[in-house]
């Protein structure tokens, strides 16, 4: 069946590094992938699309790149900062309708 | 614009009871969907709609059933409730052919003891 899949594990950096968020896809090739920031008790909040053909996008200090050979995503957040902690979720459509996510990456970053 | 907003916020039901979830758009979009987001799980699609009067399965869907009577409102119902629908339930909205962005309400929380 088709998978999104993110690191479960919790990601603990530094205020002012890179964090990295990973999200891989299995059984199926995604025409983009979505990625959405989530808050304690909050629904997602989407942040940034990023299609087949294009190998990255940026949005202020968010970036996103798209590798179809080995089937990833990155999500990196540059200059990170407390109040970037959240959980990262990773979707993509499995048809014209209907969106999948992956179970998400909780990011903590310490001043 | 108040966006998606889902009513209740909390509700705790017995075993058997049954309830109605409520959600509501004001950004006039064609797809509705409901959500079901368990620890560890992530968000699993229960049902969704593409458009006033349609509703479809998504990848949870029994023991739920939906109804979109009106284009702005997507109303999720349990008949019986279990103990495993104890979750927090999330509504969305889309509008189509938009960068495909989902618009999320606050979320319901449902205990079932």
């Known amino acids: 069946s088709q998978k999104i899949e993110q690191n479960s594990e919790a990601l603990n950096i530094q205020e002012g590094k890179t964090a990295t968020l990973t999200c891989n896809y299995t059984?199926?090739?995604?025409?983009?992938l979505q990625w959405y920031r989530q808050d304690p008790g909050r629904g997602p909040v989407f942040l940034l699309l990023?299609?087949?053909?294009?190998k990255e996008k940026r949005k202020e200090r968010l970036k996103v790149t798209f590798d179809t050979t080995l089937k990833q995503s990155l999500f990196h957040i540059t200059a990170s900062q407390p109040a970037d902690s959240a959980t990262y979720l990773c979707?993509?459509?499995?048809?014209?309708?209907?969106?999948?996510f992956g179970s998400g990456t909780r990011l903590s970053i310490r001043p | 614009n108040a966006g998606v907003t889902q009513t209740p916020k909390f509700r705790v039901l017995k075993t058997g009871q049954s309830m109605t979830l409520l959600c509501a758009q004001d950004?006039?979009?064609?797809?509705m969907y409901w959500y079901r987001q368990d620890p560890g799980m992530g968000l699993r699609l229960i049902h969704y709609?593409?458009?006033?009067?349609?509703?479809a399965k998504g990848e949870v869907p029994d023991g739920y059933n939906v109804s979109r009577l009106k284009k702005q409102n997507f109303l999720l119902g349990l008949e019986s409730a279990a103990p495993s629908q104890t979750s927090v339930y999330f509504c969305?909205?889309?509008?189509?052919?938009?960068?495909?962005?989902?618009?999320f309400g606050p979320g319901t929380r449902l205990t079932v003891t």
């Open positions: 969305a909205s889309r509008a189509p052919g938009r960068v495909y962005e989902q618009y």
């Open positions: 059984n199926y090739s995604p025409a983009y």
């Open positions: 990023i299609r087949e053909n294009e």
């Open positions: 979707a993509s459509y499995s048809s014209a309708s209907k969106i999948i």
């Open positions: 950004m006039n979009h064609e797809y």
């Open positions: 709609s593409v458009g006033e009067g349609t509703t």
